[in-house]
């Protein structure tokens, strides 16, 4: 199949990107458009739908792939090309997710042979992400921080849900509705997840699927020092909601704090007293494989 690549301008000059599309254009037409400033993706992805485009491949890391996924919302449903993934970042935790090759010939091949499925997106307020919204509350985890719930939190670096310390945080006080339920407390951590991944391989909603047309809300409440085993029982219990990790699936969830909290929507930060997520069952078309992990009809 015919495909258009619009490429992060930050790795058009990758040996290995340069050979791999030469490589591919053996296999058929293979177009590439590369960004360079703001906005590029979103003008490049209006043009593609303009011309017929019927297979765009967001060749780029999680940011890109959720530029172009928003971009295509945009335009009208007769106008959408289908989505492919060309990883190219540093985590590339939707694609990883997806089990799309990391390998750029391989992924391809895959953006030129695979079957598109229809899948979910989902919307914070007016902001669209395809993976993972996560609230960011605190610091970096520091050395005192138990191994396993370090692990959790993504070892120090750039964690699941931000920058976080699980311990010796002021949490954020708030009320969580979902559909027949209302949860005030205070909240470390919480992510409402379309995806599985964020921050670098940090599986937070291990069942979800990207096509059944629910989200996946995980919630890590304020909890003492004493209930740390607790927590990280159900921490690592991908089934567990206790008393202090709780976990859903939802069409939709809200969020409303008397401060602002800051929020990650696959990479992009934003920062909001009240937000809505919501499901968009079925938005796009996406390429993955056939053995898809996290599609209803994966392994």
């Given at each position: 199949?015919?495909?258009?690549?619009?490429?992060?301008?930050?790795?058009?000059?990758?040996?290995?990107?340069?050979?791999?599309?030469?490589?591919?254009?053996?296999?058929?037409?293979?177009?590439?458009?590369?960004?360079?400033?703001?906005?590029?993706?979103r003008r490049l992805v209006r043009e593609?739908?303009?011309?017929?485009?019927?297979?765009?491949?967001?060749?780029?890391?999680?940011?890109?792939?959720?530029?172009?996924?928003?971009?295509?919302?945009?335009?009208?449903?007769?106008?959408?090309?289908?989505?492919?993934?060309?990883?190219?970042?540093?985590?590339?935790?939707?694609?990883?997710?997806?089990?799309?090759?990391?390998?750029?010939?391989?992924?391809?091949?895959?953006?030129?042979?695979?079957?598109?499925?229809?899948?979910?997106?989902?919307?914070?307020?007016?902001?669209?992400?395809?993976?993972?919204?996560?609230?960011?509350?605190?610091?970096?985890?520091?050395?005192?921080?138990?191994?396993?719930?370090?692990n959790f939190l993504g070892g120090g670096?750039?964690?699941?849900?931000?920058?976080?310390?699980?311990?010796?945080?002021?949490?954020?006080?708030?009320?969580?509705?979902?559909?027949?339920?209302?949860?005030?407390?205070?909240?470390?951590?919480?992510?409402?997840?379309?995806?599985?991944?964020?921050?670098?391989?940090?599986?937070?909603?291990?069942?979800?699927?990207?096509?059944?047309?629910?989200?996946?809300?995980?919630?890590?409440?304020?909890?003492?020092?004493?209930?740390?085993?607790?927590?990280?029982?159900?921490?690592?219990?991908?089934?567990?909601?206790?008393?202090?990790?709780?976990?859903?699936?939802?069409?939709?969830?809200?969020?409303?704090?008397?401060?602002?909290?800051?929020?990650?929507?696959?990479?992009?930060?934003?920062?909001?007293?009240?937000?809505?997520?919501?499901?968009?069952?079925?938005?796009?078309?996406?390429?993955?494989?056939?053995?898809?992990?996290?599609?209803?009809?994966?392994?």
């Amino acid at each position: 199949m015919d495909i258009r690549i619009v490429l992060n301008g930050k790795k058009a000059g990758l040996e290995r990107v340069r050979a791999a599309i030469y490589k591919a254009r053996e296999r058929g037409r293979v177009d590439v458009r590369v960004t360079w400033e703001a906005d590029d993706v979103r003008r490049l992805v209006r043009e593609a739908g303009a011309e017929g485009c019927g297979r765009l491949v967001a060749g780029g890391g999680d940011g890109t792939v959720n530029e172009v996924v928003d971009a295509i919302l945009d335009l009208p449903s007769t106008e959408r090309p289908e989505v492919a993934i060309l990883p190219l970042g540093t985590a590339n935790d939707f694609a990883t997710g997806c089990a799309i090759p990391a390998d750029p010939l391989s992924a391809l091949d895959l953006a030129q042979s695979g079957r598109a499925r229809s899948v979910d997106c989902a919307r914070a307020n007016e902001y669209r992400f395809i993976n993972v919204a996560s609230g960011g509350f605190g610091a970096k985890v520091t050395s005192g921080t138990p191994v396993a719930l370090k692990n959790f939190l993504g070892g120090g670096a750039y964690t699941l849900f931000g920058m976080v310390q699980a311990l010796n945080f002021i949490p954020y006080h708030g009320e969580m509705r979902i559909p027949g339920e209302t949860l005030q407390n205070d909240v470390i951590v919480g992510a409402v997840c379309n995806g599985r991944q964020a921050g670098g391989g940090q599986q937070l909603a291990p069942n979800a699927l990207i096509d059944d047309g629910l989200l996946d809300v995980v919630l890590l409440f304020h909890f003492p020092p004493e209930a740390l085993g607790q927590v990280v029982s159900q921490i690592t219990d991908p089934e567990a909601s206790g008393d202090y990790v709780k976990r859903f699936k939802v069409p939709w969830a809200e969020w409303e704090s008397d401060v602002e909290t800051p929020i990650n929507l696959d990479g992009e930060p934003i920062r909001t007293k009240n937000v809505r997520f919501e499901v968009l069952p079925g938005a796009i078309k996406l390429v993955v494989p056939e053995d898809c992990p996290v599609t209803a009809s994966g392994p």
